[in-house]
């Protein structure tokens, strides 16, 4: 679906020190990922706070929306953005006087995730009209990521907090296997001490991460708020400058993400997420060349598992595999901590799946969920070639788990897509509630500052509003030129009849080297359009050689195009 990020890596520095064989002395060139979630378990019990009941009672008004008036299609959106600003202006304290405390506002890990799971049994209410059930999406979507409060705290209405440590709460606890329980330490800590401002850099920056994780934007509001803090008490620390560059790198805004870097790297040239972020802003800004000289320089300074995931993406990127799969390793074996296990794991996994290596990538999957058996990345990379082995029901089985607790448009896409492969009674509309879901995301993304425009393209050409989708795309090249931008508006400007227009931004996708599947897909059929049907030969059947199962849908559609092609010779 989308491009790769490092949204799974888990947030810590790391110590100076190699502890593997330095990338950069093999002079390899680097880029970025960034989509893999994060590695921590929400495991706290279930209790039935407000917050809780609110998303209950949502769900039960949208299960009996059948009987009655639904908003339409403007009206969702508008109450998933309503309900945002709801949630921001609760957690309005996290930026008051520090001098006078701070109130428990933040809901606990528990009712996030009943929260999410709401919008799970929403989508499996049952059959509706496509308006109705947008509008009762987008509504509980809102309502359930967002209707906790947008600010600090582990405890609420009396209940007692964690003891804080009587020194600031290092970031690295935040790489633990609980997140919950680091948030919940810098909260007592900040109570406690609310003029820390280092402890708060590091709450903004955990709850960037517990949105990667949770799937929940409203968390971004949350994180700015915490680091804007830490700037008022301590102006211009690298600590808060870089997690703002993380933030924005989050919500998709890589220009600020390179300022705040750049910021950051000035006072502290050391930074390990200051490193990182740069790459990843230079990389999703299409600027290749800058980002090999970032990766090169973070290497030197911070070399790590961050780093050599970087610098072998930028290897993949330009179809060097084999020095991908090398510096992985290494970093792989270098690993330790499970988050890191599972994070890289996951990352040979999905190089492993981009070659059709279906047999290896479902091995390192089940490594990376032996380290951590809820990273997101793996389960739904887990699905994905399971599905691709002719292992559907057992694919359909895991997407489904991973879209209750995290109903996000990549695993959202690729179980609807799989419920249209299946065809069975009942499979169309279920395949109609994920993409539902998707445009509800969105919605709730934006009202959280989050730029969804790519995310918009990719689920909307296929499954969607195909206007919505070339708006959505021609606004993304604008911002940034990479090749997922030049695929997303390629394929957008196809499904809109501008087949010719379509063709350089095809190719502009597949000149770096790049080997994927699904971009070689797109292409031969833009040139099946356009007339250059031998070239639409070569990109097809390149397509199904690399991976042939790289997608339930598309896979089948290549096929039958290929057929086509071949009879018409």
């Known amino acids: 679906m989308s491009p790769r990020t490092n949204d799974g890596e ?42 809780v009941q609110q998303a209950r009672t949502a769900a039960e008004d949208a299960r009996g929306a059948q009987a009655t008036e639904a908003p339409g299609r403007v009206r969702a959106v508008r109450d998933a953005e309503s309900a945002a600003e709801t949630g921001d202006a609760e957690g309005a304290t996290a930026t008051g006087d520090a001098e006078g405390g701070a109130k428990d506002t933040a809901p606990r890990a ?56 009587a020194a600031a709460v290092s970031p690295g606890l935040l790489a633990g296997a609980d997140l919950d329980a680091g948030i919940a330490s810098l909260q007592a800590r900040l109570r406690a001490q609310p003029r820390d401002f280092a402890s708060w850099a590091a709450l903004g920056l955990a709850y960037v991460e517990q949105a990667r994780t949770k799937g929940d934007p409203s968390r971004y509001p949350q994180a700015e708020k915490a680091l804007k803090r830490s700037l008022e008490l301590r102006p211009e620390n690298d600590a808060a400058l870089s997690g703002r560059a993380a933030l924005a790198a989050a919500r998709h805004d890589f220009t600020a993400a390179l300022k705040y870097a750049d910021q950051a790297l000035e006072r502290n040239p050391y930074s390990e997420r200051a490193l990182c972020s740069r790459i990843d802003a230079l990389v999703e800004l299409g600027r290749y060349e800058e980002a090999l000289e970032a990766v090169r320089t973070a290497d030197r300074r911070r070399p790590g598992v961050p780093v050599f995931t970087r610098y ?22 270098a690993s330790t901590t499970p988050g890191d296990i599972a994070y890289v794991a996951t990352q040979l996994g999905q190089l492993a799946w981009n070659q059709g290596d279906h047999a290896t990538a479902l091995t390192h999957y089940a490594r990376a969920l032996a380290a951590d058996e809820n990273h997101l990345p793996a389960l739904e990379g887990r699905a994905r070639a399971q599905a691709a082995s002719g292992r559907r029901t057992e694919a359909i089985e895991g997407l489904e788990q991973v879209v209750a607790r995290f109903p996000l448009p990549g695993p959202l896409v690729e179980l609807g897509e799989l419920y249209e492969a299946r065809g069975g009674a009942g499979d169309a509309a279920k395949a109609e509630d994920q993409y539902t879901l998707v445009d509800a995301w969105t919605a709730l993304a934006r009202a959280n500052g989050v730029n969804a425009d790519l995310d918009t393209a990719l689920a909307a050409a296929d499954h969607g509003d195909r206007a919505a989708a070339l708006r959505a795309a021609r606004a993304e090249w604008a911002r940034r030129h990479t090749v997922h931008t030049a695929d997303a508006l390629a394929w957008a400007l196809h499904v809109n009849g501008e087949d010719e227009e379509a063709l350089p931004y095809a190719r502009q996708a597949t000149a770096t080297g790049y080997r994927n599947a699904t971009f070689l897909y797109h292409r031969g059929v833009i040139e099946r359009a356009t007339g250059h049907s031998r070239d639409a030969r070569t990109h097809l059947a390149a397509a199904l050689k690399l991976n042939p199962g790289f997608s339930p849908v598309g896979a089948r559609e290549a096929r039958a195009a290929l057929k086509t092609l071949e009879a018409a010779k």
């Open 110 to 165: 528990d009712e996030v995730d009943v929260r999410v799971a709401a919008v799970r049994r929403l989508s499996t209410a049952g059959r509706r009209r496509h308006a109705l059930h947008t509008g009762a999406c987008a509504a509980m979507v809102a309502v359930a990521l967002t209707a906790g409060a947008i600010a600090f705290g582990a405890a609420r209405d009396g209940e007692p907090t964690p003891v804080a440590a």
């Open 10 to 51: 888990p947030e810590r520095e790391q110590p100076a020190s190699r502890d593997v064989e330095d990338p950069a002395s093999t002079d390899a060139e680097n880029t970025v990922p960034m989509d893999a979630e994060n590695t921590v378990p929400m495991d706290a019990e279930n209790t039935e706070s407000g917050d």
């Open 312 to 333: 072998a993406y930028v290897h993949e990127l330009r179809g060097d595999v084999a020095t991908a799969r090398r510096v992985l390793d290494r970093a792989l074996a």
